[in-house]
């Protein structure tokens, strides 16, 4: 083919489509930048503002454009390939008012006020009128954008790197606002398994070996075998483990966050001159947004991967969550895996001078459905992995995790998947701890195990959590490891629960003034008095986005729940008025409510009185 021939071709083909290269990549280059800024800017001034579901570190004021930019030039030049197929002519005026139009769309999608359907239609409509208004005004349109691109890039890099650095220089502040501390030596590590049932635990009588070195950490400390926590998901029970209050009093719930009212650990333990940090696999709800980050100078939930990046996008996070299921990926884009929470940890840690204590909060999110885990793990307790489409919140918001029916088959696989998540888990735990030792720190540490809540897997015809206060849902790990501190091999059996972890940590550590609730599990290894039974343990869920679930959801039948575990009974009142009553310790999967048997009627008054008694007293 001669070059006279090829030439001839080229003329011919950009005549056809009236548009030229260097014309697309300009306008769809000025756009990205223009959608990215104001997606970025807009992001960072909605996150944490209440009512605004938006989940993004200050670097979003990089991601986006950076993002935006990407996806507008290959939006831009996918319209120039198909123009050589559509016969309609597309000037730069067409093109302006489409990426208008995508502009506008994703800023009401982030903003997350109106309908979708609303805002896409209110978009082209925009986008059409705009398109109209500059069809066949190319020239000045080419002018206009070449003459201000520059403005935008600066723009850009300005508001980029303000958002890359953001974080660190309020660190850096941060500790340098921080007291002497009289506590040199005594850091704190404080790790939430999230959505760890306790009895997948080999330590707590489960028959498969998941969990080798936890249980190691347990022999070196204290068990408590009958931990509860008070909500039965993530938000309300970390704003229980961080402020040592009941989900009733502190009001961390579906879409409030955990207000300033009480203080919490972190806070707590920053005043007193502690180094604090908190590294966060759940981005979903263990987030500064949702009030967690108080107290903590470092506070690590998002950008762990360059898919979690795309995916704080909006543009990203849609075409993530259309996309890949069709490709037969189930798995949370950009899910953050354990070993990424040791490596952000040790990296924070290595790079901190050592003149401080620290306390940091670990929360690891390889339990939480879907359970997939890295493939090597993948042939760990049986052959057959789930796809992970079964048990999955993120991608049947409408059948509620679940597919209307599984199979006992179907529900074993969904188990040993669990299983071979903690399987994972576990051995990264053992890599954190030898970590810690070989930098020498495993002597001075107060380590604490525990979980924010369990999960259903199959039992009472549930999946997930936040549906229910059964035991499967609330029982969960606590373990409490200190050398020389804290006695080795001994395992509480009296009811506790996780609101009591913040005043035992300011025990621990030899605070004697703290702003906690008292009742300290120092008492059940110290040979203190009431040895014998715990204090009733009062947890609670509202239905939040339940409240339309399936009818086999407690939380969608009865309301709002509320629970009280005593050492003999684990009774549950609805808002409805419906009680159930289980002798847990001799029926742990909760089958046999007695709640309507002559015992069971007169218990289920006094703990209706006792519930009473604990709610008002808060
Ligand atoms: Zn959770």
Same mark, same amino acid.
């Given at each position: 083919?001669?070059?006279?021939h090829?030439?001839?071709?080229?003329?011919?083909?950009?005549?056809?489509?009236?548009?030229?290269?260097?014309?697309?990549?300009?306008?769809?280059?000025?756009?990205?930048?223009?959608?990215?800024?104001?997606?970025?800017?807009?992001?960072?001034?909605?996150?944490?503002?209440?009512?605004?579901?938006?989940?993004?570190?200050?670097?979003?004021?990089?991601?986006?454009?950076?993002?935006?930019?990407?996806?507008?030039?290959?939006?831009?030049?996918?319209?120039?390939?198909?123009?050589?197929?559509?016969?309609?002519?597309?000037?730069?005026?067409?093109?302006?008012?489409?990426?208008?139009?995508?502009?506008?769309?994703?800023?009401?999608?982030?903003?997350?006020?109106?309908?979708?359907?609303?805002?896409?239609?209110?978009?082209?409509?925009?986008?059409?009128?705009?398109?109209?208004?500059?069809?066949?005004?190319?020239?000045?349109?080419t002018?206009?954008?070449?003459?201000?691109?520059?403005?935008?890039?600066?723009?850009?890099?300005?508001?980029?790197?303000?958002?890359?650095?953001?974080?660190?220089?309020?660190?850096?502040?941060?500790?340098?606002?921080?007291?002497?501390?009289?506590?040199?030596?005594?850091?704190?590590?404080?790790?939430?398994?999230?959505?760890?049932?306790?009895?997948?635990?080999?330590?707590?009588?489960?028959?498969?070996?998941?969990?080798?070195?936890?249980?190691?950490?347990?022999?070196?400390?204290?068990?408590?075998?009958?931990?509860?926590?008070?909500?039965?998901?993530?938000?309300?029970?970390?704003?229980?483990?961080?402020?040592?209050?009941?989900?009733?009093?502190?009001?961390?719930?579906?879409?409030?966050?955990?207000?300033?009212?009480?203080?919490?650990?972190?806070?707590?333990?920053?005043?007193?001159?502690?180094?604090?940090?908190?590294?966060?696999?759940?981005?979903?709800?263990?987030?500064?947004?949702?009030?967690?980050?108080?107290?903590?100078?470092?506070?690590?939930?998002?950008?762990?991967?360059?898919?979690?990046?795309?995916?704080?996008?909006?543009?990203?996070?849609?075409?993530?969550l259309?996309?890949?299921?069709?490709?037969?990926?189930?798995?949370?884009?950009?899910?953050?895996?354990?070993?990424?929470?040791?490596?952000?940890?040790?990296?924070?840690?290595?790079?901190?001078?050592?003149?401080?204590?620290?306390?940091?909060?670990?929360?690891?999110?390889?339990?939480?459905?879907?359970?997939?885990?890295?493939?090597?793990?993948?042939?760990?307790?049986?052959?057959?992995?789930?796809?992970?489409d079964? +048990?999955?919140?993120?991608?049947?918001?409408?059948?509620?995790?679940?597919?209307?029916?599984?199979?006992?088959?179907?529900?074993?696989?969904?188990?040993?998947?669990?299983?071979?998540?903690?399987?994972?888990?576990?051995?990264?735990?053992?890599?954190l701890?030898?970590?810690?030792?070989?930098?020498?720190?495993?002597?001075?540490?107060?380590?604490?195990?525990?979980?924010?809540?369990?999960?259903?897997?199959?039992n009472?015809?549930?999946?997930?959590?936040?549906?229910?206060?059964?035991?499967?849902?609330?029982?969960?790990?606590?373990?409490?490891?200190?050398?020389?501190?804290?006695?080795?091999?001994?395992? +509480?059996?009296?009811?506790?629960?996780?609101?009591?972890?913040?005043?035992?940590?300011?025990?621990?550590?030899?605070?004697?003034?703290?702003?906690?609730?008292?009742?300290?599990?120092?008492?059940?290894?110290?040979?203190?008095?009431?040895k014998?039974?715990?204090?009733?343990?009062?947890s609670?869920?509202?239905?939040?986005?339940?409240?339309?679930?399936?009818?086999?959801?407690?939380?969608?039948?009865?309301?709002?729940?509320?629970?009280?575990?005593?050492?003999?009974?684990?009774?549950?009142?609805?808002?409805?008025?419906?009680?159930?009553?289980?002798?847990w310790?001799?029926?742990?999967?909760?089958?046999?409510?007695?709640?309507?048997?002559?015992?069971?009627?007169?218990?289920?008054?006094?703990?209706?009185?006792r519930l009473?008694?604990?709610i008002?007293k808060?």
């Amino acid at each position: 083919m001669s070059t006279a021939h090829l030439d001839s071709k080229q003329v011919n083909l950009t005549s056809r489509s009236h548009l030229r290269i260097s014309k697309v990549l300009l306008i769809s280059a000025w756009f990205g930048l223009l959608a990215g800024l104001l997606e970025g800017i807009t992001a960072n001034f909605l996150r944490g503002v209440s009512g605004f579901a938006i989940r993004v570190s200050p670097e979003i004021l990089w991601i986006a454009p950076a993002f935006d930019l990407a996806f507008f030039i290959l939006t831009g030049l996918g319209l120039f390939l198909a123009s050589y197929l559509i016969p309609r002519r597309i000037d730069a005026g067409v093109l302006a008012g489409l990426f208008s139009g995508i502009t506008l769309l994703g800023l009401l999608l982030l903003v997350g006020q109106l309908q979708q359907l609303a805002a896409l239609v209110l978009s082209v409509g925009v986008g059409t009128q705009i398109g109209r208004r500059l069809r066949n005004k190319e020239p000045q349109l080419t002018v206009f954008a070449q003459y201000t691109f520059t403005v935008l890039i600066a723009a850009a890099l300005f508001t980029g790197m303000l958002g890359a650095t953001w974080d660190s220089w309020r660190e850096r502040q941060f500790v340098a606002d921080l007291p002497k501390s009289d506590h040199r030596g005594t850091n704190v590590l404080f790790i939430v398994l999230d959505t760890l049932r306790a009895d997948h635990i080999s330590s707590y009588g489960y028959q498969r070996r998941t969990t080798l070195n936890i249980d190691r950490l347990a022999e070196r400390g204290v068990l408590f075998e009958n931990t509860f926590a008070n909500s039965s998901w993530t938000l309300p029970s970390h704003a229980s483990l961080l402020t040592g209050r009941f989900p009733s009093e502190h009001k961390a719930d579906w879409w409030d966050p955990l207000d300033g009212t009480y203080p919490t650990l972190a806070e707590v333990l920053a005043k007193n001159g502690y180094r604090t940090a908190a590294f966060a696999a759940n981005t979903s709800y263990v987030t500064p947004e949702w009030g967690l980050a108080r107290g903590f100078s470092h506070f690590e939930a998002y950008g762990s991967s360059l898919a979690d990046d795309v995916v704080r996008t909006v543009y990203g996070r849609k075409l993530a969550l259309n996309i890949l299921p069709r490709l037969g990926y189930f798995d949370i884009p950009g899910r953050k895996r354990a070993s990424q929470v040791n490596d952000e940890f040790f990296s924070w840690l290595d790079s901190t001078d050592g003149g401080r204590p620290f306390f940091v909060l670990l929360n690891y999110f390889d339990l939480h459905d879907p359970y997939l885990t890295v493939d090597s793990f993948h042939s760990k307790f049986s052959d057959t992995v789930t796809r992970g489409d079964l +048990v999955n919140f993120q991608f049947q918001p409408h059948t509620h995790r679940r597919t209307p029916s599984l199979t006992a088959k179907q529900i074993q696989v969904e188990i040993d998947s669990y299983d071979r998540c903690l399987a994972y888990l576990d051995a990264e735990i053992g890599r954190l701890l030898s970590e810690l030792a070989n930098r020498g720190l495993d002597k001075n540490t107060l380590v604490i195990i525990t979980s924010d809540h369990g999960e259903s897997l199959g039992n009472h015809d549930l999946f997930g959590h936040g549906n229910s206060l059964y035991l499967e849902t609330l029982h969960v790990p606590l373990i409490l490891s200190w050398p020389g501190k804290i006695p080795v091999g001994v395992r +509480v059996p009296q009811i506790v629960s996780l609101h009591q972890i913040p005043y035992t940590v300011m025990e621990l550590i030899g605070e004697a003034s703290t702003p906690f609730p008292g009742n300290s599990l120092v008492r059940f290894w110290s040979g203190a008095a009431d040895k014998a039974t715990g204090t009733p343990i009062l947890s609670e869920v509202s239905p939040g986005r339940f409240k339309a679930g399936p009818p086999n959801y407690p939380t969608a039948r009865g309301g709002g729940l509320k629970s009280l575990i005593t050492s003999q009974w684990h009774f549950i009142l609805s808002e409805s008025g419906s009680a159930e009553l289980y002798a847990w310790p001799q029926d742990r999967r909760e089958l046999d409510n007695l709640a309507e048997t002559p015992a069971g009627r007169v218990a289920v008054e006094g703990l209706k009185r006792r519930l009473d008694e604990i709610i008002k007293k808060n």
